[in-house]
């Protein structure tokens, strides 16, 4: 069975804090892992990674993937308020058409 | 509209009661999931759609879950029976074909 799993499950920190979401993953025929942003509502895209090795930036945030340990990073720099949120992220396999196995999430709390 | 929509945004039900769920597509997306997420934890895959086909449904928890998408756009997910542990929030996603999937903003069913 595909399994996804996050850390921490919590993290708090102040505006300015640079943080470091971690996700493992054991996905059947790898394919791609996702992170998500998900703010009480639906969950948005943030990142698709395919490749070891290679950023993926976006303004504050980036996200990195290495294959061989089978685990994904996401950092936000210079962290705002408007950061928190839960971050999801979630692997697909080849075998499964696409369908995404979703780690608990990180639930990230930024005070100003 | 220019993302995914679902209908009723909440529910509740009593116990018994039979309820559908609406989910309206990003217009064109032929690959259309269903999921289901309970308090605190990651979404967990329900079923899948390519255009009217349903190609897996390994998700679904019982028989009393139902879902179909008869013309290829507009899926509408039956729960029939509901039992307490059937609450939490469904969300439907789309996508193009890729591993990108869009999510809508989910229903939140309480069964008391």
């Known amino acids: 069975e595909d399994k996804v799993v996050q850390s921490p499950l919590s993290l708090v920190v102040h505006e300015g804090d640079t943080v470091t979401l971690n996700c493992s993953y054991e996905?059947?025929?790898?394919?791609?892992l996702l992170w998500y942003k998900q703010e009480k509502k639906a969950p948005t895209f943030l990142f698709m990674l395919?490749?070891?090795?290679i950023e993926k930036k976006s303004g504050r945030l980036s996200s990195i993937l290495d294959k061989k340990e089978l685990f994904s990073i996401l950092n936000i720099t210079a962290t705002q308020t408007g950061d928190s949120a839960i971050y999801l992220c979630a692997g697909t396999s080849g075998t499964s058409y696409g369908k995404l196995t979703f780690g608990q999430g990180t639930i990230l709390t930024v005070h100003p | 509209g220019a993302g995914v929509s679902q209908s009723p945004r909440y529910k509740v039900a009593k116990r018994g009661q039979d309820v559908a769920l609406r989910c309206d597509p990003i217009s064109g997306h032929v690959s259309l999931f269903w999921y289901q997420q309970a308090l605190g934890q990651g979404p967990e895959f329900l079923t899948y759609?390519?255009?009217?086909?349903?190609?897996?449904k390994s998700g679904l928890p019982s028989d009393r879950f139902f879902a179909e998408r008869p013309e290829g756009s507009v899926s509408t997910l039956k729960i029939q029976r509901t039992q307490q542990e059937d609450s939490a929030v469904y969300l439907c996603a789309s996508s193009a074909g890729g591993d990108t999937q869009y999510f809508g903003p989910g229903t939140r069913l309480t069964v008391l």
């Open positions: 759609f390519q255009n009217e086909a349903q190609l897996d």
């Open positions: 395919t490749s070891s090795g």
């Open positions: 996905v059947t025929n790898f394919r791609s």
